[in-house]
């Protein structure tokens, strides 16, 4: 198994033009590895033809979502007029929009466990609908949700989904679980305070995780994290968690653990309006027996972006030593490990390829 650590550093560009037709665009290739260790390589993404340097002024990336089968990339981009998906392929380089013509307003919601799709929440402002998109194919199986779904998320094995809606601010939220096609829809949790989010299944459909925070307009309010059993009942609250920003509870793949961002200065106010003064530390739940403890215990940094590189080592980045840098965590033997020094890294995707996935080195 060969992981590859695909590093995107977002850029903004000066041109106030509209964005271009990004399909079937090179983007530049996987090239220059900065470092090799162990089983993990780093490389750097970078072009002048590159989507990011073609961004319209007040554009960003966002958020990149590799794919489980280590294919694909989802590149999140937000701008002011709102958010564009695109899509990059890992072996070309190339990137390019859904073809669904929806390319200025969509957000991208997860991926499908295989890999293989990807879910689109398009049309926000306007006539919002959900869509399951197979890359490959570029076909799009419209996932029937009710139009005020915020997340959708699909069961290991494709079949069921698990969506959350609201009616707004101060209406709080509802989860549901139905078959793929809305069918049986039954739902799991009514929450006339709070707002679910990042639902998820693990991969075995044992249980579901998800973060709930306070519906109010503080905008990153400290959350919690609860567990179910696959079918969405019997609730247990386990830690208090980072809300708000953006962080996603991740599972392992054998569905043991839940790695995610819990927040060290909870009764600090200003960290509750500004993203930038959050401290926090990465947390595992073990699912044996429902315990937390530290993967990090860092004093003052900003620490986040979990990923499980494999069953047993955890990848996350952290400002610790000065600048943002990538460090691992072996749960095994507890063991903290520096990767990368000096990086200043600002979007991480690690990429699974080789013998548990279609790609090669």
């Known amino acids: 198994m060969l992981l590859l650590a695909v590093w995107l550093l977002a850029v903004t560009s000066a041109d106030s033009t509209p964005p271009p037709d990004f399909r079937k665009q090179d983007s530049g290739q996987f ?12 490389f750097n993404l970078s072009n002048s033809q590159s989507l990011l340097q073609s961004l319209p002024e007040g554009c960003k990336a966002d958020g990149l979502y590799p794919s489980p089968n280590g294919q694909w990339v989802s590149v999140q981009i937000n701008c002011e007029e709102g958010g564009m998906t695109f899509i990059l392929q890992t072996l070309s380089g190339q990137v390019w929009g859904t073809g669904m013509n929806v390319e200025a307003d969509s957000i991208f919601l997860g991926w499908s466990h295989d890999g293989n799709g990807m879910i689109l929440l398009v049309d926000t402002l306007g006539n919002p609908r ?23 998320a699909l069961s290991p094995d494709g079949q069921r989904m698990i969506y959350t809606l609201t ?9 549901w679980i139905a078959d793929i096609d809305g069918q049986n829809a039954r739902r799991i949790l009514a929450e006339p305070a709070h707002l679910i989010t990042f639902a998820r299944w693990s991969p075995t459909g044992e249980h579901i995780a998800y973060i709930r925070i306070p519906d109010s307009n503080v905008p990153f309010p400290v959350g919690e994290l609860w567990i179910t059993n696959g079918e969405g009942d019997n609730p247990i609250l386990l830690a208090e968690a980072d809300g708000g920003r953006g ?3 991740i599972w392992s793949p054998d569905g043991g653990y ?7 200065n909870p009764n600090d106010p200003t960290a509750n309006l500004s993203a930038e003064r959050l401290i926090s530390n990465i947390y595992i739940a073990d699912m044996t027996d429902q315990t937390v403890f530290n993967a990090t215990q860092f004093s003052g940094a900003l620490t986040e972006n979990p990923v499980w590189l494999s069953g047993n080592l955890l990848a996350f980045n952290t400002n610790a030593g000065g600048s943002m840098d990538v460090w691992t965590f072996d749960i095994q033997n507890r063991q903290l490990q520096q990767t990368t020094s000096g990086a200043n890294i600002d979007n991480a995707a690690w990429l699974l390829v080789g013998e548990n996935g279609s790609n090669t080195p």
């Open 31 to 42: 090239q220059n590895p900065l470092q090799s260790k162990k089983n993990a390589l780093l």
């Open 130 to 152: 959900v869509y399951l998109i197979d890359i490959a194919s570029n076909m799009a199986q419209l996932i029937p949700v009710p139009p005020e779904t915020y997340n959708v």
């Open 167 to 175: 009616k707004g601010l101060g209406y709080g939220s509802e989860t």
């Open 247 to 249: 962080h996603e509870l």
């Open 258 to 264: 839940v790695a995610f961002v819990g927040r060290e």
